[in-house]
């Protein structure tokens, strides 16, 4: 462990000297992840990607990408663009990007599961900002707004999330 690691743990996700409240997937926290469970897989994971609604909010950091119109996730475990990033039209199973709520008006992308996909082992495992306190995930750990834009702000290329 790094003092640039994310770890989330019975009271919160801790990084850098502090504890920041935050939810979990519904399933709970599994180490056999399977698609659509529900769950937050254990284990250790880098973030591999920072997505922003540019028409919403400033660029949060300057590696940020913009979600644009169109801008899909695929889980459909039986496509072969499954847990990849896709553009709209498709016809398959997905995960709508550019969301009319802002719980994906910031989005760190994990690693879990990609860039080579086990097929219905789980898809897009995020930290994003929370409906409410309390209020579970589809797997993914989600924040108050400030706070995951301060963990935005401080996270480093070699930086992890430590889900034990």
């Given at each position: 462990m790094t003092p640039h690691d994310l770890v989330l743990t019975p009271r919160g996700l801790r990084f850098q000297g502090r504890i920041f409240p935050c939810t979990?997937?519904?399933?709970?926290?599994?180490?056999?992840?399977?698609?659509?469970?529900?769950?937050?897989?254990?284990?250790?994971?880098?973030?591999?990607?920072?997505?922003?609604?540019?028409?919403?909010?400033?660029?949060?950091?300057?590696?940020?990408?913009?979600?644009?119109?169109?801008?899909?996730?695929?889980?459909?475990?039986?496509?072969?663009?499954?847990?990849?990033?896709?553009?709209?039209?498709?016809?398959?199973?997905?995960?709508?990007?550019?969301?009319?709520?802002?719980?994906?008006?910031?989005?760190?992308?994990?690693?879990?599961?990609?860039?080579?996909?086990?097929?219905?082992?789980?898809?897009?495992?995020?930290?994003?900002?929370?409906?409410?306190?309390?209020?579970?995930?589809?797997?993914?750990?989600?924040?108050?707004?400030?706070?995951?834009?301060?963990?935005?702000?401080?996270?480093?290329?070699?930086?992890?999330?430590?889900?034990?």
């Amino acid at each position: 462990m790094t003092p640039h690691d994310l770890v989330l743990t019975p009271r919160g996700l801790r990084f850098q000297g502090r504890i920041f409240p935050c939810t979990v997937g519904k399933g709970g926290i599994i180490a056999d992840k399977h698609e659509g469970d529900g769950a937050t897989p254990l284990g250790v994971h880098r973030i591999v990607g920072l997505l922003y609604r540019h028409d919403r909010i400033a660029r949060p950091a300057d590696w940020a990408v913009p979600i644009r119109p169109g801008d899909l996730w695929s889980d459909d475990a039986k496509d072969e663009d499954y847990n990849l990033m896709v553009r709209a039209p498709y016809p398959h199973s997905h995960e709508i990007l550019r969301r009319a709520d802002p719980l994906y008006d910031i989005v760190l992308i994990t690693d879990w599961n990609w860039p080579y996909a086990e097929r219905g082992r789980g898809s897009a495992i995020f930290l994003h900002q929370w409906r409410r306190p309390g209020y579970p995930t589809e797997g993914c750990i989600a924040f108050r707004r400030n706070h995951l834009r301060w963990i935005v702000s401080r996270i480093r290329y070699e930086s992890r999330v430590i889900v034990r």
